[in-house]
Structures are given as C-alpha cells and as structure tokens.
C-alpha cells in the first residue's frame, strides 16, 4: 500500500516537476549569459551543472532558441576563434536582454525571498 | 539567407517547379490519346497532389528548422499558389491554346482567398505577433 503511495507521489512530482520546467530554459540561458559570454557547448554544460542536472537541453534547441532571440534583440554573439580551430560564436546579452532578465527577477524571483515566504518554503509542514 | 527563407524554400520552390511541368506534360500526352486519358489524368494528378504534399512538408519543416520563421506554411503555400497559377496560366495559353481559361482563374480566385486569410495576421503583424514570432511561443 505505502509502495502504491510513493509511486502515486513520485508520479504527480514528475509531472509538476514537467510543467514547471517547461518555461525555465531561458530563465537559464538567461543567468549562463549574465555570468559571462559563451558558447552553445558552456550554455549547455552551465545550465546542466548549474540546474544540478535537473534542466537538460539539446545544442539543437538551444541555437534554435538562442536564434529566436538573437531576432528578437534580446542577445547577440561575437566571433572568436575557439581552442582547436574553428570559429565559435560567443554569445552574450544584449541591453535589452539584460533589462528584461533584470524586470523578471525582480517580479518573479525575488519576490521568493521575503521573510516570511522563506520561513514556509524551508520549514517541515505542519501536518 | 534571410531570417524566414533558407535554401529548402528554394528546394521546394525547385520540386513544386518540376512537379508542375511534369503534370502539364502528362496531360498534354494524355490529350494525345483519348483512349488513356482519363485514366492519365486521375494517376497524374493523384501522384501531383501527393509529391506536392510531401514535397511542402518536407522542405517545410527543414525551413523551419534553418531559418526562424514560426509559420513557415504561409511561405509554402504562398510558392505554391504563384508557382502552379504561373504555370498552369502558361501552359493553357501557350501549349495547349485553351480559349477558356476560366477554370484556372476561377481556382486562383477561391484559393487565392484562402491564401489571403492565411497569411493576413503574418502581413497585419497583428498583437499576437512580435517580429513575426507568435508571443505565446517565445518563451516556450
């Protein structure tokens, strides 16, 4: 019976775990960039070290998202020559980028900080 | 290449080009012999309308994929319509010296209708759009 529970919990955590991860990646991409310019590759190893590997993403989607913003104006890339040869594009946030990563952390992210949200995100429940 | 063409969109151009000429020259054949006309006809434009489809959705997708446009089926249908109105125009005026051309005006206009609905939030740039991008999927 309790076997039966774990497994309906684990379930109903993955799939909010699901939805909820849906919309981080560029919240993630976002902060890769904010650290310093780079490369699809660091992005990518950023955000899997970073997220504790619970956020992976394809190189794929990643130049497909990080193109869409690069049209949007939200960042842009440099050329440089990598270690071993060819040319890799650096990308990194543009003004634009930046003063929208700064609006969201401020609505979104911040507001998780205060005392009293803090106290019930860490502590054991009640019941 | 621009933001919402990559060479795919030429490609399919290039298929839907060739797939066009070979229908018209199945039906000029086929008005040769009366006796397999109609049977020519069903099988070649049966075969076009399937290599046409495949051909859209092929290159379509590769196009989405190489280039950033989120509704890449407007750029598609859009080939589609101007490439089979030209040549159809074409060859019923010059190679078969058809007089009515009504038929074929009479598919462009209903079709050219629903291409028009098709691609108007792309060309109005409506709210749900920001630089061709619908805002939904931005994020996403």
Same mark, same amino acid.
């Given at each position: 019976m309790n076997t039966k529970k774990s497994e309906f919990q684990e379930e109903l955590l993955e799939a909010w775990e699901a939805s909820y991860k849906k919309g981080q990646l560029t919240l993630w991409l976002f902060l890769a960039l904010k650290e310093k310019e780079k490369y699809v590759g660091e992005i990518r190893a950023f955000i899997e070290e970073q997220s504790q590997g619970t956020i992976i993403c394809e190189e794929q989607s990643l130049y497909r998202t990080l193109r869409k913003f690069r049209n949007l104006e939200m960042v842009d890339f440099n050329e440089q020559e990598g270690n071993k040869g060819p040319m890799r594009k650096y990308y990194y946030l543009t003004a634009l980028g930046e003063a929208i990563l700064e609006q969201f952390i401020e609505r %979104?992210?911040?507001?998780?900080? %205060?005392? %009293?949200l803090q106290e019930l995100l860490f502590s054991k429940s009640i019941s | 290449m621009s933001k919402y063409i990559s060479k795919y969109f030429w490609l399919f151009c290039l298929a839907?080009?060739?797939l066009t000429m070979l229908l018209y020259g199945a039906i000029y054949w086929a008005m040769q012999r009366p006796a397999d &006309?109609?049977?020519?006809? =069903?099988? !070649?434009?049966?075969?076009?309308?399937? !290599?046409?489809?495949f051909s859209g959705w092929h290159f379509g997708k590769q196009n989405g @994929?190489? #280039? +950033?446009?989120?509704?890449?089926?407007?750029f598609i249908h859009s080939a589609s319509y101007i490439i089979w109105g030209? @040549? #159809? =125009?074409?060859?019923?005026?010059l190679?078969? +010296?058809v007089v009515n051309i009504a038929p074929v005006l009479s598919v462009l /206009?209903?079709?050219? @209708?629903? =291409?028009? /609905?098709?691609? =108007?939030?792309?060309?109005?740039?409506? +709210? +749900? &759009?920001?630089?061709?991008?619908?805002? $939904? $999927?931005i994020f996403e």
């Open positions: %979104n992210i911040k507001l998780f900080f %205060n005392e %009293n | 839907a080009i060739t &006309r109609n049977i020519v006809f =069903l099988i !070649a434009s049966s075969a076009y309308a399937v !290599a046409m489809f @994929i190489h #280039s +950033d446009v989120s509704d890449n089926g407007i030209t @040549i #159809s =125009l074409a060859w019923m005026t190679a078969f +010296d /206009f209903f079709w050219g @209708i629903g =291409l028009f /609905f098709h691609i =108007l939030p792309f060309i109005k740039g409506n +709210d +749900d &759009r920001m630089n061709g991008y619908v805002k $939904e $999927e």
